[in-house]
């Protein structure tokens, strides 16, 4: 599904491989909840962490806007440091900032592209403008 997607992408495991590629690889194969299962070590200020925490809430199939997901936060007029938190996510996929849209359901904002938050989006099973 990856070379699908990506290309000419060559997966290749090994040894040193990532201790995570099976919960990937599940993923990426249907498995939407797999990478639940993956622990984070939170590193970030407080507020980042609690954005972050709040990111792994969000259901698969479902999304927020950056207004929602700040009032959710407790801090309603905080947007855009929502959008700042979201793009200094260090793990995108497992920390799940693409489900964070535009409050009038534009796809902005994520730091692996457009085109990509659309591709999970849809993977995820939303209906994307």
């Given at each position: 599904?990856?070379?699908?997607?990506?290309?000419?992408?060559?997966?290749?495991?090994?040894?040193?491989?990532?201790?995570?590629?099976?919960?990937l690889?599940?993923?990426?194969?249907?498995?939407?909840t797999?990478?639940?299962?993956?622990?984070?070590?939170?590193?970030?200020?407080?507020?980042?962490?609690?954005?972050?925490?709040?990111?792994?809430?969000?259901?698969?199939?479902?999304?927020?806007?950056?207004?929602?997901?700040?009032?959710?936060?407790?801090?309603?007029?905080?947007?855009?440091?929502?959008?700042?938190?979201?793009?200094s996510?260090?793990?995108?996929?497992?920390?799940?900032?693409?489900?964070?849209?535009?409050?009038?359901?534009?796809?902005?904002?994520?730091?692996?592209?457009?085109?990509?938050?659309?591709?999970?989006?849809?993977?995820?099973?939303?209906?994307?403008k």
């Amino acid at each position: 599904m990856i070379q699908r997607y990506h290309g000419k992408a060559e997966v290749v495991e090994s040894k040193d491989s990532c201790p995570w590629n099976e919960e990937l690889r599940s993923y990426f194969n249907g498995d939407l909840t797999a990478l639940d299962a993956i622990p984070i070590a939170w590193a970030g200020t407080d507020f980042q962490q609690k954005a972050w925490q709040h990111l792994r809430t969000i259901p698969v199939g479902k999304t927020e806007s950056y207004g929602q997901m700040a009032k959710a936060l407790g801090v309603p007029k905080a947007s855009r440091a929502v959008g700042r938190a979201n793009g200094s996510n260090p793990v995108g996929l497992v920390v799940p900032c693409h489900r964070v849209i535009g409050a009038n359901g534009s796809l902005t904002g994520y730091g692996f592209g457009v085109d990509r938050k659309r591709w999970l989006l849809k993977h995820e099973g939303v209906e994307v403008k």
